[in-house]
């Protein structure tokens, strides 16, 4: 992504309702608008979808964070498969729900292997 040009303060004023309109236009696709002075970025606008999208990969992110954590606190480890899921899972493409199925059949595939 290349990085958009700084809109100063001044300019962000005068041209607010049209940024808005343009961000909410955009919805997820909206480039983000940055604000500042000097060309130094100070802050930046984005449209509601593409900050839930941001703030909701951050949350995700964490918590399988903490959740690797917890597991590699035993001595044990993610499977390659696992790692597959759970990236998927931080950039949105499945759910917790499914993320947990998944996990679910994987442990019971392996359980049943080491039983049969």
Same mark, same amino acid.
């Given at each position: 992504?290349?990085?958009?040009?700084?809109?100063?303060? /001044?300019?962000?004023?005068?041209?607010?309702?049209?940024?808005?309109? !343009?961000?909410?236009? /955009?919805?997820?696709?909206?480039?983000?608008?940055?604000?500042?002075?000097?060309?130094?970025? +100070?802050?930046?606008?984005?449209?509601?979808?593409?900050?839930?999208?941001?703030?909701?990969?951050?949350?995700?992110?964490?918590?399988? #964070?903490? =959740?690797?954590?917890?597991?590699? #606190?035993?001595?044990?480890? =993610?499977?390659?498969?696992? !790692?597959?899921?759970? %990236? #998927?899972?931080?950039?949105? !493409?499945? !759910?917790?729900?499914?993320?947990?199925?998944?996990?679910? #059949?994987?442990?019971? +595939?392996?359980? %049943?292997?080491?039983?049969?």
């Amino acid at each position: 992504m290349e990085i958009p040009e700084v809109v100063t303060v /001044s300019d962000a004023r005068a041209k607010l309702s049209r940024i808005l309109t !343009d961000l909410s236009e /955009s919805g997820a696709d909206a480039e983000p608008v940055l604000i500042g002075a000097h060309r130094k970025p +100070q802050g930046v606008l984005l449209s509601v979808e593409a900050f839930e999208a941001l703030s909701g990969r951050a949350a995700r992110r964490a918590a399988v #964070a903490s =959740a690797t954590g917890s597991i590699e #606190a035993e001595g044990l480890h =993610a499977s390659e498969a696992s !790692d597959r899921d759970t %990236e #998927a899972y931080v950039k949105g !493409d499945v !759910d917790a729900d499914t993320l947990v199925a998944r996990a679910i #059949a994987r442990h019971g +595939q392996t359980s %049943e292997r080491r039983a049969g």
